[in-house]
């Protein structure tokens, strides 16, 4: 059926803030259906509270509405616009929640509206635990075998009959309280008490254990008439019983035979046919006995999800785009394939490389937190790696997610603590993976590996094969290695500082040293053909093969460097404004070009940049892309942290920095030069020093008066950070600071307690700047400014302190000859202003003050940047009634072990925006009147 | 040395466009020659090494990992494996699969064929789909380019090759179970075991004839319908087959083609085949069922297709599936006869289990016929 015409508004409802477990790959997915629906001239309204957001931008939707995503709301939109349909299948569990919501309550038969993409019976089949059971069971599926006992006795027959390990669920209780997994017929009785005791009902689910079994997903598209494919297959390389969102997975699936997987494909197919009628994406999850090969299904999710965002990035298959187009009638073989242009939608992709995906983690941020991965998911982020196989991918892998790794192993920091090993490979953690390498290099047999982790063999026998060449490698001296080795180790992904190490030299000697030998990096297209056919998308992964593909054009380019994987402190935020720096380069004339390894992203929509590489955002595969380009320069401050660290190095080797010299960015992150410069300029900052011992540090402290605030120099996000008020205290803070991060100095500031901060935002062309917002937070100093509320414009503060921060940001732009953004941190107390610190880069509030305005600054700011506007060229006119709130939420259910407790570490995972006409509002009244509630101290 | 570089023996792959690509021996030691072509589907690859369609060629994989779940007797399509040679980017030497029996190393070591790993396959597919299919070599005894070079001018060309004939059976023989429902004769010419296995499946007997076999020995049987197999070569140089299946056309019985069999029917009815310039090597090829209006992903294998313009223009010929890439031709009905074909695999192995319903349609014809 083609396009069904009756069908001219739709409504795409988004994800809201990220949490652990929704991140933006919704927003991925709500952009591509939004430009999806509107190429087929549909106009699109979108709903979504997350101001950092490129789906809830101008350039994507028709009608943006940045409100609550609650019924309210809906009903706002529905009755200021007439819209025929809603597409609830973009926003994750969020968006549908809130759709069941308004279907139960019939709002959207009130209205008129149709829902399309899904079918509410089937997200009630698929979520509802004991309904799918039950239709898997109709269906000839096997589930995992499972009773329901309301006694002891009846629990203890059952166990008998089910053996162990298995599994115990109580009915009714939120979160699986009172559950979980029953190894030993010892631990049975109490564990079967405490679940009927924790049941209201006294009703407990034992469950067979199908922990340690292999897991598999299948993410697949199907459209009204029923036309099936199957876009990818995943496979995990941490077996079950650890969350998908947790668990390294891989694609293409390694270790299944045609055989297994057509029985799996056709099982999925089965699921979804089961499921009911509905046009869109899907994913399926199975689990393989590896010893009897007794395939069960775990659960199917009928919209898209995380793992549909890296499918999409995995093959080159865009799924939410074309699930958009399903939705609204058209059949899978009445569409092109996106890549070759020339082929049909309507076919499965296939892979001629290997992707392997790793979740990034952030527990370092909950002091306290369980690091066990288990059932519920944790980590904050993800990379995924592209390489030509599975040993360069996992290595690559490693490289990009910027925890100090610069490979699997061979960089130093790996453990050979016997113990430490075998008992973190018995319960995972973040660095699981590091230790099975460390395990086998050290001698820990094979079998146990295998036998306490149950990772695929094939998977192991890979890890020892990087281990079999980092051995090898490890007795040369550089000049030595045979080339045929040093090849070889390429081709397996070590990076030349993993070399370096091995080899006992420098990144740069082994770089010229390979570079001498033409072992030279290459670039492959992600096709979703292998080849098969032509295909001119311009994304690219690096390998060292042969041919290279990325051929390089005569325009002037542009490379922006994107911020990698999600964290606290770093996440959707630098991803918008990398989006914007690349549509702003192109404006301009260039041809802008987008490093980024995170798969959720917009940025790594291979439609979004000119050219795309999917690599680690780490110096060698920059450079070589750099190389390889050679661009008129490089823009580092969209990208946070991860771009701006790379800075040192781009100045070192001469490549120009777009924007703000290296010299400002230094100058503003050394708490030295930088308070330096401040005295120069008359401005106020709070009394500081610098300490390289815990006695110093004492001497710094009694110096500038408790009490003060303790953090490391160069950091993200607070991390480390304290406030202490005594001796004692801050000697236990600067040891433990100086063990985390040895090397590093300690900086003491003194801390201006009961302060109010505030903080403000500017573009600057290095003459003239202009304040973009100012905002004030609700709570006090103290408190992270990631994790307060900052209102927009200041609702307090006096004409003389917007005074002072308004001259202080004019003064340090034009000081620090800023080319670009700037965000400046103040603390006002009595009525005098301080600077806290300055940012000479795109700040996470840049974009939340771009929707509050209406304004598209970091398009401007770019432009600026790049040298083709001034300032003066912008007419600045913000358009806002009332207040902006930006709003920190945070993910603490994940860690139900640690109580909310806030301080000059951020935590918040994720933000919205909430608009009020004036400060009577309820919510600022109650904001304002709870602002010390979770003050830590 | 280590011992991941202890085993690498180099090996060379030569064209005969003169191209020249180094790697290393997998397999077994020698040299063979044969037509390159590629397949890219992620899995089954014991199936397509075993599928008696492939002889004559020298196979790339494009999926980077060959080898990974070893090899497990009852998957195999034929006796034996039946590429000339394989080229890939990496192959594994160790398995993970509890059924598998041995490793691809030790399965091509045994049936002595060699392999060549560590090639840039993707460079190569590109190479080739420009270039077209062409004859290679592959080598880990020579390794000189000009004597390469000579050695591979002796290879045949696959154009105008009949190969049914030596990869059919030598002798009649039955499979399933003989009080089954429906008696099928098939022509061997190549033909994979999966096609007699979805055919047992469905309640039939199966008597598979060499290909050379006269259509009276087939009808002498008496079945209820023919099934025309799979196999390799060119299918213009088979007039015999033509000849043979034209009388078994006369019959009005049943019958099914598939692939080889399919060009074949095709050419009873006066329609000729060509040569493409890079064939249908993978198993996600989209087809359209013109008739239902639905689509399926198919398993296909062909280097050879008829010519499209030839059926439209046949007044007793219909079009039934079309692939939904290039439109070239995927399946036919004669409008006078119980008689069709594909031009893709709907036994799969490997591949989707899509198509499948074809061998349901088949029986279904046979059990309207007898009636």
Redesign the interface.
Known sequence: MPLDTSIKSVLIIGSGPIIIGQACEFDYSGSQASRSLRQEGIEVSLINSNPATIMTDPVTADHVYLLPLNMASIIKILEARKIDAVLPTMGGQTALNLCIECEKAGIWKKYGVRLIGVDIQAIHRAEDREIFRQLMVEIGLDVPRSQIATSFLEGKEIAQKIGFPLVIRPSFTLGGTGGGFVHKKEEFDVMLTRGLHASPTHEVLIEESIAGWKEYELELLRDN???I?VIC?IENFDPMGIHTGDSITVA????????E??VM??AAFKVMNALGNFAGGCNVQFAID????RMIVIEINPRVSRSSALASKATGYPIAKISAKLAVGY???ELQNQITM???A?????????IVKIPRWNFDKFKGADKRLGLMMKSVGEVMAIG???NEALQKACQSLEIRRHGLSGDGLESNDREELMAGMGSASWNRVFQVKDALHMGVPFKTVEKITRI???FL?RVV?ID??E??VKGYKLDALPE??FR?AKLNGFSDNQLGWLLDTTEDEVRARRLALGIKRVF?TVDT??????AQTPYFYSTF???N?SLVSDKKKIIVLGSGPNRIGQGIEFDYCCVHGIMAARDCGYEAIMINCNPETVSTDFNVADKLYFEPLYWEHVLDIIEHEKPEGVIVQLGGQTALKLAEKLEEKGIRIIGTSFKSLDIAEDRGSFSTLLKDLGIPYPKFGVAETAEEALEVAHEVGYPVLVRPSYVLGGQGMKIVINDEDLEAAVVSLLNDLPGNKVLIDHFLDRAVEAESDAICDGKDSQILGIMEHIEPAGIHSGDSSAVLPPFDLTEGVMAQIESYTHILAKALEVKGLINIQFAIKDEKVYVIEANPRASRTVPFIAKAYGEPYVNWATKVMLGANKVKDFEFKPNLKGYAIKIPVFSYSKFPEITKELGPEMKSTGEEILFIEDLQDPYFVKAYSERSIYLSR | MIRQLEHKKPAVLLLSDGTRWDGYLAGAEGTVMGEICFNTGMTGYQEIFTDPSYTGQVVIMTNPHIGNYGVTPDEAESQQLRISGLICKSFSRDFSRTQAEQSLQDYFKSQNIPAIEGIDTRELVRHIRDKGVMNCIISSEILDSDMLKQRLSACPDMNGLELSSVVSATEPFEWGQANASYRVAAYDFGIKYNILRNLADRDCFIKVFPAKTPASELIAWNPDGFFLSNGPGDPAAMPYAVENVKLLLEQNRPIFGICLGHQILAQTQGVSTYKMFNGHRGINHPVKNLLTGRSEITSQNHGFAVIREEVEKHSGLEITHVHLNDHTVAGIRLKHKPAFSVQYHPEAGPGPHDSRYLFDEFVALMKAHRQ
């Not at chain 1, 309507?346 to 290997?354: G, I, K, N």
């Not at chain 1, 053909?529 to 032509?534: G, M, R, S, Y």
Request: charged fraction near 25%.
């Open positions: 008439v029923g036309n494919v297959s293409p699936t390694m270790t299944l035979s045609d055989t997987y057509q494909r056709n590896p010893a009897t090969g059949n899978l073989d020339s082929t049909s309507f076919f499965e992709p296939t892979l001629d490389y290997v030509r196989t599975f695929d063999k094939w026998n094969e079999t060449i051995k090898a045929q080795l070889e492959k053909c292998a080849a098969e056919f032509q093969d042969g041919e593909e």
